[in-house]
């Protein structure tokens, strides 16, 4: 899978080895910063996250802050995107299957590298159960509330 990673200063040692991991699976994995630990603000990441999902460069996003908290507010603020905390693999898979999430959203000081691996590899192996009809009736309703606040 073709993903985007981003994160503020306090995600990014974490981001690094969540890179690192997913990359040694087999993915390829678009690093849009921070790339050190130099104070940083967690919007702009959860910014070009989010856009490059939008714009269909990445299949899937992941953001990362200290929290998760803000990452996740901030890339929710762009139409189309789809983002969740998760800090356990059932949250990661089953936002997926049943939500169609397209940006996972971890808290780098909530969580340590082995939960934060199993954590990505449930979100990128869980397919949208589009299929479903009761998922995608769900689906389609969140669709149209984003849509109704689209025209405010």
Known sequence: MKLVIGS?????PLKEQVREHLTK?????????AY?????????YAEKVGEAVKRGEAGRGIVLCGSGVG????????PGIRAGICHDTYSA???VEHDDMNVLVMGA????????????????????SATEER??????????IEKKYMKS
């Open 8 to 12: 503020d200063h306090a995600g990014f």
């Open 25 to 33: 699976a087999g993915h390829e994995v678009i690093d849009l910063g």
């Open 93 to 95: 898979h089953q936002g």
């Open 109 to 128: 000081r909530i969580i340590g590298p082995a939960v934060a691996f199993e954590i990505a590899d449930a979100y990128v192996n869980a397919k949208f």
């Open 36 to 44: 050190n630990t130099e104070p940083s603000d967690y919007p702009d």
């Open 135 to 144: 998922f995608q009736r769900r689906f389609n309703k969140v669709l149209a």
């Open 71 to 78: 990452v996740c507010v901030a890339a929710n603020k762009i």
